[in-house]
């Protein structure tokens, strides 16, 4: 006698539903419930497409699912400065463009198309995603989703950005008494004649501050960075050459012993905020001449007013006057003590210590064309390098 066929689904009669189990994109079972055969049908019929395309996504995922998950993996460590770098080349660059591609279907031409999208941008700009986009294909590779790196042959372009310009003294001793009494005055003060990083300039505090009867000087020893715009103050430093003493001049010397406190930070007393620096920072760029725009609020619209700043005219709340007709940014401050040291004959390997660059070549790359090339200049060593080799022999 032929047994009776099994029913198609198991009835589960104290819970009065009928059930299937079945194995999931992980390989455990999972319990499927229904009312009737024919709803738990069409509940089983999502569930198998839920479970191939999970299957596909852990497989072949999209871009930026593969992307969120390196970001998170490669930046845990990082220092913010570089975690944002990372995570602005994926966001605003790649993604745009490819991140809703499966990894396994990105093409070399696809990865062009990143570098097509960024043509007018910065050599510096292209470098920074083209070196993000190839470390994320490569860890893929290294991982075995993907067999080879779309990026491999991949090459940047891009412009090279415009050579910084130093500082004049004239240009100097404008700026300094244009902020001179105002919160922006240690800041500058500290740029000018210590040549610190911005970070190293706003994490100084007083017990770093040496201006007892020896050389005065400052010790480099923690910076302060933002992240969600908070202010983070540790001794992680750029490298390690950015731990330095350097000695400052007379100018400076005198003006820290005027505002000399017993403890917190140099500039602004306690660690600044983003916000709180870009107010400061404005207080150089309201003196600057040139046409300014400002909106205005109403209850209902939002005006626009221009207007042009002449040179030496007062300021519309008469407080100052527009002196400043150059530009001037917190890092061309560092690159006129820099220049500066170079131009006053300073040994490049002091000039290299000074700056707190982790390799010379930073300091070569950047400021040997200050060093004067003329005959008139190098007649002095030639003739002493083949003085020494003739008494040599």
Same mark, same amino acid.
């Given at each position: ?105 990105? $093409? ?64 100097? $001793? ?68 950015? $731990? ?15 505002? $000399? ?133």
């Amino acid at each position: 006698m032929a047994r009776p066929k099994k029913p198609k689904y198991e009835y589960v009669e104290r819970l009065k539903l009928y059930r299937k189990r079945v194995k999931d994109a992980d390989g455990k079972y999972v319990a499927i419930y229904g009312k009737t055969p024919d709803e738990l049908t069409e509940k089983l019929q999502a569930v198998a497409a839920a479970i191939e395309e999970g299957q596909i996504q852990k497989e072949n995922p999209l871009v930026k699912d593969y992307a969120a998950n390196w970001l998170r993996l490669v930046t845990a460590d990082m220092k913010a400065k570089n975690r944002e770098i990372y995570q602005g080349a994926i966001n605003l660059h790649v993604l745009p463009i490819i991140g809703n591609k499966r990894m396994r279907e990105v $093409q070399p031409d696809d990865v062009k198309l990143v570098m097509v999208a960024l043509a007018d941008k910065s050599a510096s700009l292209q470098s920074k995603v083209l070196n993000t986009m190839r470390k994320m294909f490569e860890n893929a590779v290294d991982n075995d989703l993907l067999t080879k790196n779309p990026c491999a042959k991949l090459k940047s372009g891009g412009y090279k950005a415009k050579e910084k310009t130093a500082l004049t003294e004239d240009q100097v $001793q404008t700026l300094l008494q244009a902020v001179k009494g105002t919160r922006a005055e240690p800041f500058i003060m500290l740029g000018i004649y210590t040549g610190m990083r911005r970070e190293e300039i706003l994490g100084l505090q007083w017990d770093c501050v040496k201006l007892g009867k020896n050389t005065p000087h400052v010790i480099v020893k923690r910076a302060l960075r933002w992240e969600n715009c908070r202010p983070v103050v540790n001794e992680i430093l750029k490298s390690d050459a950015a $731990q330095r003493t350097i000695p400052i001049p007379p100018q400076l010397a005198d003006y820290l012993k005027e505002i $000399q406190q017993p403890a917190g930070h140099v500039v602004g007393g306690e660690p600044l905020t983003q916000t709180q620096f870009k107010n400061l920072w404005r207080v150089v760029e309201n003196r600057r001449i040139g046409e300014k725009t400002y909106v205005i609020p109403h209850s209902l619209t939002r005006e626009k007013s221009t207007f042009t700043r002449e040179m030496g005219a007062k300021s519309r709340g008469g407080n100052f006057y527009y002196t400043i007709d150059f530009p001037v940014s917190p890092h061309i401050l560092r690159h006129t003590y820099i220049t500066n040291l170079i131009l006053s004959g300073a040994d490049l390997k002091t000039v290299q210590y000074l700056a707190g660059h982790a390799n010379i070549k930073i300091t070569l790359d950047i400021y040997t064309h200050l060093v004067d090339r003329s005959p008139d200049k190098l007649i002095s060593e030639v003739s002493k390098a083949f003085e020494v080799k003739s008494e040599a022999k």
